[in-house]
């Protein structure tokens, strides 16, 4: 078996191609390597060699272990999954008509959402630089469509005193007001020679120019007057009325200052929330179905690992159905165990006191979502917005988000709230009716049709779902130095995959590259 | 027959429904009229009566000519449509297998794509605020998807001598760092009392707090030192390694401020090109068939309007079919004349000579753009880019945009050149083959296995394509003061409608928005 030699380092590696096939070459390979976005978390490590003869539990047919089995697979390797639901992917999950979830001492639920309409209320974006989730997607053909994270269209809106409290303003009004001032109040001070010591007098002519176009001040004596870009009064059209359309008028800076609208936005979005944001056409879970085609065969269903043990020569895991009773037991060489650690802790196992009280140390993230179906989408028809989120500052609700399918169809599933931590806490103790309540009751004040289009709801608490028991690995300073090395290294025959085992906790990105991680230690380990 | 009275304005309107309903119907009623975005751009008038036993002959069946027939039509109007291509649409075309251009004095051209690419080598955008656009879309269902028109991800390339020349840069990086120093630069000056007399000490908590946020400043020294939503040296995975990544570094203050490439962006984008961006599935095409299949049955094609008379009855049309043979004359009420005024300069009419003048005195952009078939979707696979535009400074080239459809499908078709005026004309005067050279140059120093993906070309110079003879009216200054109410105004019984009568130059929806203006005339004058 060969793994790309860590002795040769990509500095190396780069000079030794630039050695034999000049600068084109060079500028290939960087592209190839994808220049910021290094090959280990972009494609599977290319192992070979192969592994027949040897078999791996892998403990959970989400992601992470649909992953390592479908690339444990090709190289031979005997992959027995065992998966607590009666579904393969984990929280790669998607809610449509008779999707049934049923949380820890809640009510039975069953998705009655109009045939193509869904929620994602596990995993809904893929940022364009999650190439290891892109890297199964273009492998599988699993179609995908661009999903709007940013919609500048969309509306902010706060409930509060100050005067932009309690009203909808849209995004890009925020953002070109904010800037235009402050671009204002900086070319001002340039011109007005505060800045000297800081700047030469070629620099000032540079930035000055910058923040007019940037604030788009006037030339002339370097005033904000407003921006075509936030919106206008009355929109141009045709003839002469309304011709040219009316300007609108700019928010104030005091105002704005006041209100913290700002924080809204900064400069560039986070790495992870930046477009281009993907979602598989018709939901999520085609991505874990696509999995499941490959390694599905493999696959024991509500089954679960009751209890884990292991010699110098393998490992068992007694596995039990899900009302309780013996189901068999599996043994191989090795365990790949992606079994969220929340529900880990629980699990029979004989790993080590310090084991132990690592993976009980990482908490897991509450996390809600709620679908709410819509007879008619009104954020398009009466409001203009097509898809992204409309941020509140109500407890509970978080971002309204408005879905990127099925534009100008007739009706739509929105996302009622996204909360977390002591908020999703708090809501998740509400009935199912409750909460669909509490959610109507936030959007109708800002969508007036918000109630009266309402049709049906689902919801999920992701902190009461058996065998996630969290949203994600919520991992904590000291946890991420004392634990996380420990938890990587696995014991003995038993690694630990998924997205706990990243720095991209929650994401699909996570489970994968921590999955290609986990099986190459595997794969040497057994051809060492 | 009604439309609405325009006695009763907007306001007093708004007032009665709030003196009945209450200010939740007021703002659901602000709501349906769009507040910002008026009734007039994102519906038909509301036409009432009928038109039974009247007859308007429109020339030219685009978008303008087939929205004035469709809308005339549903009231009963007799409408008879001309059109000098074999095909209805005008300028709204897609270049697909088979399809076939010739330009004036240039070579017959076959698009050979294959099966299932496409160039929408017309209009291509529909921004979230063109609601007339999107009204027809709804209205006859054609699919839409988003057209990526904003990727941060992209690159900006310019040739030139400065640091930051000769290299690929991200915008997000430009983006992210200009703001940073700027936010660094104002926010020092800020802290060492240089603005006293512009802010309260209050406002300099606010404005510190938000340029700590907007720029990512060290709230500690209020320095930019770099931001992870610019990319990472390496990005964070599972493990240790890359666990959270290595984060990248700023390009300096002084460099981007020379290099001038703060001006690839602004505070907000300009309003047209904002997200959300739609185009429809398959093409563009799709909005020009879907108005054929409503009106087509009364269009003749491949006809030219060889002369316009008129009396105070009526409106006679002289036809010619392309050889220049007599095709039978058209009588009718009225004439809605859609024929960009590039063109109808140069048909035989009664028009006043002020009227002629004036048509004349409307300058028409010459344009150009290229479709590059690529077998291989290297900007996905080997840079990450998903759509938007690579920014150049290349003469000629301008923009180099990456399709926004079949995302990690095998092959792709790019827009190699989007040029306008000189640097257009200048390139058309190119052959075929020279143009997809002069092109494929362009994109080699930007992506190596540009020249190597390459498999076919389409071309189009819009000022050379018969009956169009420009990308679109070019108003100066002078035409929009003097020429434009004149032709507004129409010639008794002809009225002008097209892109060209409207604020929207050169796009759908001031086509369309001109219809819906010019046909609410005819009905008022024939109904008066």
Same mark, same amino acid.
């Given at each position: 078996m060969t793994v790309m030699p860590k002795s040769l380092s990509r500095r190396e590696f780069l000079y030794r191609v630039a050695a034999v096939g000049g600068t084109g070459l060079l500028l290939t390979t960087l592209n190839a390597w994808g220049g910021e976005m290094q090959s280990s978390t972009s494609a599977p490590p290319r192992l070979t060699g192969n592994g027949r003869g040897r078999t791996v539990i892998i403990l959970g047919a989400g992601l992470a272990g649909m992953s390592a089995a479908y690339e444990l697979g090709n190289l031979g390797y005997d992959c027995r999954l065992v998966e @607590?639901? /009666?579904? @393969?992917g984990g929280r790669c999950q998607t809610a449509r008509r008779g999707t049934t979830i049923k949380e820890y001492g809640g009510e039975a639920q069953t998705c009655d959402f109009d045939q193509g309409l869904y929620l994602n209320h596990g995993p809904w974006r893929i940022p364009y630089n999650h190439q290891s989730v892109l890297y199964y997607t273009r492998l599988f053909q699993v179609p995908l469509e661009i999903m709007?994270?940013?919609? $500048?269209t969309s509306y902010v809106y706060r409930e509060g005193? $100050?005067? #932009?409290?309690n009203r909808r303003i849209r995004q890009v009004e925020i953002k070109a007001d904010m800037r235009g001032h402050v671009a204002e109040l900086l070319a001002k001070a340039v011109k007005n020679n505060k800045l000297d010591q800081d700047l030469s007098a070629d620099d000032k002519i540079l930035l000055l120019d910058y923040l007019v176009n940037e604030g788009n001040l /006037?030339? /002339? $004596? #370097?005033?904000?007057? !407003?921006?075509?870009g936030r919106g206008y009064k009355v929109n141009p059209g045709a003839g002469? *009325?309304?011709?040219?359309g009316v300007p609108s008028d700019p928010l104030g800076f005091a105002d704005l200052l006041a209100s913290? #609208? !700002?924080?809204?936005? &900064? @400069?560039?979005?986070e790495f992870w929330q930046q477009a281009t944001m993907f979602q598989p056409i018709g939901g999520m879970d085609a991505i874990a179905k696509a999995f499941e085609r490959r390694v599905g065969k493999n696959i024991r269903y &509500?089954?679960?690992?009751?209890s884990i043990r292991q010699s110098e020569k393998g490992v068992s895991v007694e596995l039990r159905d899900l009302a309780g009773e013996p189901a068999g037991t599996l043994t191989g060489d090795f365990c790949l165990c992606t079994i969220p650690l929340s529900v880990l802790g629980a699990v029979d196992t004989d790993f080590s006191p310090t084991f132990k009280q690592a993976l009980r140390s990482v908490s897991y993230a509450p996390v809600g979502k709620i679908g709410l179906q819509m007879k008619r989408r009104f954020w398009e028809? *009466? *409001?203009?917005?097509?898809?992204g989120h409309v941020r509140t500052n109500f407890p509970g609700i978080g971002s309204i988000s408005l879905p &990127?399918?099925?534009?100008?169809?007739?009706k739509g599933v929105l996302q009622g709230y996204y909360n977390f931590e002591g908020e999703a806490t708090e809501i998740s103790a509400m009935s199912l009716k409750e909460r669909a309540d509490f959610a109507l009751a936030a959007g109708q004040k800002i969508f007036p049709a918000y109630r009266e289009s309402f049709e049906s709801a689902f919801s999920v608490a992701w902190h009461r779902i058996p065998f996630s028991l !969290?949203?994600? @690995? $919520? +991992?904590s300073g000291a946890a991420r130095k004392s634990a996380y090395p420990l938890l990587l290294e696995g014991e003995g025959r038993v690694l630990l995959a998924g997205?706990?085992? &990243?720095? #991209?906790? !929650? +994401?699909q990105a996570g489970a994968i590259e921590s999955a290609w991680q986990q099986i190459e230690k595997i794969h040497r380990r057994l051809h060492a």
């Open positions: @607590a639901r /009666s579904f @393969a709007v994270n940013d919609n $500048d005193n $100050d005067p #932009l409290c /006037s030339r /002339s $004596d #370097l005033q904000y007057r !407003g921006n075509e002469i *009325d309304p011709g040219p913290k #609208l !700002g924080h809204v936005y &900064s @400069a560039v979005h &509500s089954t679960v690992a009751h028809e *009466d *409001d203009f917005i097509y898809g &990127s399918t099925g534009w100008q169809t007739q !969290g949203g994600w @690995a $919520d +991992w997205e706990h085992m &990243s720095y #991209l906790p !929650g +994401w």
